[in-house]
């Protein structure tokens, strides 16, 4: 481990400057009046007149909003700051406990939410855009509400909706609970060393050089996850299941109404693109029979997609060995050339305190951004280990953190974007360094190896997420008939599989279990998890392509973009800043050509 005194960029986070510790009797206040203050809008919320012009109601409603938009921000701080320390200290059982104590408020802030959209549900469409211009609070707000109407309109009739969300608790949510319950507890027993040892379904990699070692851990997690097959089936039809018992009470045309509302985007816009990647994909099949005969297979099978190359093709790994003081510095470096405020932001970010990256136990895994609305500011997690990985996942986490401060000066409410738009800028961010990576390796290995990494991904976003939307939308179809069995379900993912993967991968190499280990299935409160980070990675690709086209201009063109993704629908945001529809191919094939000329790169260097 690195002498944290001696370097440039510190290790460790700064969270004293956001709240007073949580183990401090401030903290505990602080907590203790948020829940006061919520519990009492709460209950103002729940005589909350419906939106009219009478200007004792539109004061009314301004004072509920004001306090909402604060409450809301402390919310987000709250939130954040207990997520930061208990992922920085996993074992400390009072973090845990406040966590537990934060979510145990979430009803308070359904019950707000419920309130809010009914009362703004009913009234005439002109006599609501009138109300929007009765103040400059609601003015500056009127995007925020008009969500919150068409929001409402998906909506239970309100004791209907406030009986199904107190039945959730036990009911969807409780079933998501339950799969996240078998999921940890689940052991893989695998051989290392001549011994059975067990691990967690998360210890379990793919990317072992040796494809035997692959194998093994492949069969070893898929049989523990076939062992808890029939209680996931359980879990996943009676979660779709009371989904679609709550969008046919509300008459919806189908099961993608609600996904594609909350992540305001249109059935054109999802359905252009999967008709561009379905197009497009026969240039994948070439990189994946390409890196089978480089590994020497036939087809690659589930567990060679993300092997390795043979180390006389792509080079010794010793090259990608990289510090954090060299990661932040080149990261700075390269946002600079992109955008000097993009580069004034990461180090800024860098210099203040604002990541988590020490390598050492007791830290939960994986990396994540987080905001302080409060404070205008965001905080990042993850675990440096001198891998320039890690240093992809930096950036990746700082093109978060620069969303959130493009947006800082807006609305609280203009804050929040969907799912699908959250992952443009990080995604972005990360093309940018791997694309001047790409520029400064000098070897044929390095560059094939960080290639293969681009089309690694190409292939998860492309292919394997389509797989899942392919599973996810023909078994909501099938549960509108009638619960699936768990044979069944494998028999629709495998399907799924060998229309996303065009039949690329060998007649044994598929996973058709995949269902069962996959947690977004599970998540009770968002349907459709999946088809967001395709459009995300997409999104992000076709505004990289533009870069290159776009000129000067292009820095303050995106950083609209970024500002639009908090008050404009997904079509909107991009029409308005780069003049792109989203409802037809043609931008998205922008995206895929940024790809079809990796995948001819890679050829082309393999070859010569």
């Not at 145990?104 to 929007?132: C, G, S």
């Not at 879990?235 to 679609?244: M, Y």
């Amino acid at each position: 481990m690195a002498d944290s005194t001696a370097m440039k960029y510190s290790l460790n986070w700064d969270l004293d400057s956001i709240l007073p510790h949580p183990e401090t009797l401030e903290f505990q206040q602080t907590l203790d009046r948020f829940r006061e203050r919520l519990t009492k809008l709460a209950e103002e919320a729940d005589g909350l007149p419906a939106v009219s012009m009478e200007r004792a109601i539109v004061a009314r409603w301004v004072a509920f909003g004001r306090e909402l938009e604060a409450l809301e921000s402390l919310a987000g701080d709250l939130g954040s700051f207990i997520g930061c320390h208990a992922a920085a200290d996993a074992a400390n059982k009072k973090f845990r406990q406040y966590e537990a104590a934060l979510s145990a408020l979430d009803p308070l802030r359904e019950r707000i939410a419920t309130n809010l959209d009914f009362a703004v549900r009913d009234v005439a469409e002109r006599d609501f855009e009138a109300f929007l211009g009765a103040d400059d609070w609601l003015r500056a707000n009127a995007f925020f509400l008009r969500q919150r109407r068409k929001a409402a309109r998906l909506r239970l009739p309100k004791s209907e909706e406030t009986l199904a969300s107190e039945l959730g608790v036990d009911g969807i949510h409780a079933w998501g609970r339950m799969y996240d319950r078998v999921s940890g507890d689940l052991r893989v027993k695998v051989m290392e060393r001549g011994e059975v040892v067990e691990k967690s379904p998360g210890q379990i990699r793919l990317d072992s050089p040796e494809r035997e070692v692959r194998a093994n851990n492949f069969f070893a997690a898929d049989k523990a996850w076939r062992s808890v097959a029939d209680s996931c089936a359980d879990s996943l039809n009676h979660i779709a299941g009371t989904r679609l018992t709550i969008y046919r009470r509300l008459s919806l045309e189908d099961h993608l109404v609600v996904p594609l509302h909350k992540n305001r985007m249109t059935r054109a816009t999802l359905d252009a693109m999967w008709s561009a990647v379905t197009a497009r994909k026969p240039m994948l099949q070439k990189y994946l029979a390409r890196k089978a005969e480089l590994l020497g297979v036939d087809k690659l099978a589930w567990y060679d997609v993300a092997a390795p190359l043979p180390a006389d093709v792509a080079g010794s790994s010793k090259s990608s060995s990289i510090t954090y003081d060299e990661a932040c510095d080149r990261i700075i470096a390269t946002f600079t050339g992109f955008s000097p405020p993009f580069g004034d932001f990461a180090r800024h970010a860098l210099s203040r305190r604002w990541i988590e990256a020490e390598d050492r136990t007791g830290k939960r895994q994986g990396g994540f951004c987080t905001g302080f609305p409060t404070a205008r500011e965001s905080r990042i997690f993850m675990t440096f280990t001198n891998s320039v990985d890690d240093m992809s996942t930096l950036a990746h986490e700082l093109g978060h953190a620069y969303h959130s401060w493009v947006l800082r000066d807006e609305p609280l409410f203009l804050q929040d974007y969907p799912m699908n738009l959250a992952e443009t800028a990080s995604t972005f961010a990360e093309a940018v360094l791997a694309e001047q990576r790409l520029r400064e390796l000098k070897s044929n290995g390095e560059q094939i190896a960080l290639l293969d990494k681009m089309l690694e991904d190409a292939v998860a976003f492309l292919m394997n997420i389509h797989a899942r939307f392919i599973f996810e939308n023909s078994f909501h179809r099938e549960r509108a008939a009638g619960e699936l069995s768990t044979e069944r379900f494998s028999e629709l993912m495998l399907a799924a599989q060998r229309e996303a993967y065009l039949g690329s991968l060998a007649d044994d190499g598929w996973n058709p279990t995949f269902w069962v280990s996959k947690l977004h299935f599970y998540i009770s409160g968002l349907p459709f998890y999946n088809f967001p980070y395709t459009f995300g990675y997409l999104l992000s690709l076709g505004l990289y392509a533009l870069a290159g086209e776009g000129g000067s201009d292009f820095p303050e063109q995106y950083r609209r973009l970024l500002i639009a993704t908090g008050c404009k629908e997904a079509e909107d945001a991009v029409r308005s800043t780069f003049g792109h529809d989203l409802t037809s191919p043609t931008f998205w094939n922008k995206s895929l050509d940024v790809v079809e000329r990796r995948v001819e790169q890679f050829l082309k260097l393999c070859d010569a």
